[in-house]
């Protein structure tokens, strides 16, 4: 299992409706396969700063998301809100607490 982050920064105006479009579809891409968890994350200090982290089980996994429709349609809803290039990491759990 892998750790997916993803940063995006977004206009001001445009955050009610980012977080009106993570409503509706977080279910849904929680619900797809190989996803164990999706949480999304605010920046204490810069409140247009939002984080999401979500599990995969395979790299492919999340590859079969991004290339599915929801991502599609979930990617083309946000990424015209933002207010600078998104980064992502994949990274790997080195600890895992029981």
Known sequence: MFVRIVKM???EEHI??????FDEKKEH???SKGCH???LY???NNPTIFFTYSYWETEE???NYRKSDLFKNVWAKTKVLFNQKPEAWSVDKTIILD
């Open 16 to 21: 009610a409706t980012f977080l009106s479009n």
């Open 37 to 39: 968890l999706l949480e």
């Open 61 to 63: 996994d999340l590859e």
């Open 9 to 11: 920064g977004f206009k």
């Open 42 to 44: 605010r920046d204490k």
């Open 29 to 31: 891409i929680r619900n």
